[in-house]
């Protein structure tokens, strides 16, 4: 067991229902409900990570995988110990995943990581939840950013999470200033960095995806941070580049009993936002804005409330 004895005693009493806590809002709660997705516990996973000295890749353009591979494994303790939490109270899913990502420290040339001394912090905070339509192995619950709307709304049209990706990458361009004259000219090299880093990032999330059986990634967090650095050779006045791209997505997939269509051997699309489809007599098409989505969740809220007045009168 990865995580501390106060906290296995806590989601104890949780799980027997003699405690109750969530980070859902108001809005959230009753329509996870409606979707009968039920609230057990607010659950975390955090994990504190240092790299260590590297090889040395000074005077190179490329990804520096051993601090790509850092963060990406900080990631994964953090949500590996949420996942244990999760399992503990017997839930079916994680929703509302909140996600926290800091350097404590950068080295010491401000490098980050280069000569060792790098410290990462990674949180993650969500409410885990029973929902047995949501398919999942025994005792592996799903994790997913999804907030309490957002999983409603895939319920109506017959979605799934299927699993919380994420992926990191570090980029370094060497002296990315070199040969640039006093004119206007774009950085080619620089720009060049942004697009591979990118692609670096998406192709490692597809392969996640696919190992979740998802058919498409969903509500996509891209974070593009590009900085320069000093060179670290003694005297050099030219400065590098690092570029560092963080992903974070929910694969979702059909519901097998719902549509019984097969899911694609490899995930289309990743996109940002999908077409959502119908609550009762409200019609969401792929052209209609996100106002229609947030109208149809207010009306599905309002029946919530008012099933809960109806039976505290009777």
Not at 46 to 66: L, W
Not at 115 to 135: N, Q
Not at 156 to 181: A, S
Request: glycine fraction near 10%; include cysteine; charge should be negative.
């Amino acid at each position: 067991m990865d995580i501390p004895e106060r906290a296995v005693k806590r989601l104890k009493e949780e799980r027997e229902g003699r405690l109750f806590t969530s980070d859902l809002t108001v809005s959230e709660f009753l329509l996870a409900r409606d979707a009968d997705v039920h609230p057990i516990s607010q659950v975390m996973g955090s994990c504190i990570y240092h790299v260590g000295q590297i090889p040395d890749y000074k005077g190179k353009t490329s990804e520096i995988t051993v601090i790509s591979d850092a963060h990406r494994e900080s990631r994964r303790r953090a949500l590996s110990r949420l996942f244990q939490e999760a399992s503990l109270v017997g839930a079916d899913a994680v929703v509302g995943v909140h996600l926290r990502d800091r350097m404590i420290t950068m080295g010491a040339r401000g490098k980050g990581g280069d000569d060792g001394g790098e410290v990462l912090e990674f949180t993650v905070v969500g409410t885990a939840v029973r929902a047995p339509w949501i398919t999942h192995p025994q005792g592996q619950p799903i994790i997913t950013d999804l907030s309490g709307q957002e999983l409603w709304a895939l319920a109506q049209e017959g979605f799934e999470p299927c699993g919380f990706l994420f992926e990191f990458c570090r980029y370094h361009v060497w002296h990315v200033t070199k040969g640039v004259g006093p004119g206007c000219v774009q950085l080619t090299q620089a720009s060049q960095a942004v697009q591979r880093a990118r692609t670096i990032a998406a192709d490692k999330l597809l392969q996640q995806a696919a190992q979740v059986g998802a058919e498409f990634v969903i509500g996509s967090d891209i974070t593009i941070e590009v900085r320069e650095v000093p060179c670290g050779f003694g005297g050099c006045d030219l400065d590098d580049l690092d570029v560092d791209v963080s992903w974070f997505g929910t694969g979702v997939r059909r519901i097998p009993e719902k549509q019984g269509q097969r899911a694609h051997n490899m995930p289309p699309l990743i996109l940002s936002m999908m077409p959502l489809g119908r609550r009762n007599d409200a019609l969401i098409d792929a052209e209609d804005d996100e106002d229609d989505v947030e109208v149809a969740a207010e009306e599905a809220e309002e029946m919530a409330l008012e099933a809960d007045e109806a039976r505290g009168e009777g």
